[in-house]
């Protein structure tokens, strides 16, 4: 069973920072392609950032791009997406998902869910 374990959410202000995190339990970690995704009150999940099996290759979102960067240890079996800048509309729950698809930004690509950790931003 694959279990994947997102920390480091919170309540900041506009033009502060966070990193969040996420815990993979996959013994297949190191092959597997990870996202970020988040979802708003009201609204669709959305994707947010990716990152490549080796944390060679990375796509973001035009939302995030300039702002956020996705990167990977793979030692650790961890996901990490630093978020800088950020603004009110940023607030959401964000979830760490993997897929075994490369270079997929959908949903229903990634396989494998966090159960979320929320990020507020107030302005």
């Known amino acids: 069973q694959v279990q994947l374990v997102e920390s480091g959410g919170g309540l900041v202000q506009a033009g502060e920072s966070l990193r969040l995190s996420c815990v993979a339990s996959?013994?297949?970690?190191?092959?597997?392609?990870m996202g970020w995704f988040r979802q708003a009150p009201g609204k669709g999940r959305e994707f947010v950032a990716r990152?490549?099996?080796?944390?060679?290759?990375?796509y973001y979102a035009d939302s995030v791009k300039g702002r956020f960067t996705i990167s990977r240890d793979n030692a650790k079996n961890t996901i990490y997406l630093q978020m800088d800048s950020l603004k009110p509309e940023d607030t959401a729950v964000y979830y760490c998902?993997?897929?075994?698809?490369?270079?997929?930004?959908?949903?229903?690509?990634?396989?494998?869910w966090g159960q979320g950790t929320q990020v507020t931003v107030s302005s």
């Open positions: 998902a993997s897929s075994g698809l490369l270079f997929t930004t959908r949903v229903n690509d990634f396989a494998h």
């Open positions: 996959e013994r297949s970690f190191s092959s597997r392609n």
């Open positions: 990152i490549n099996w080796s944390g060679g290759a990375t």
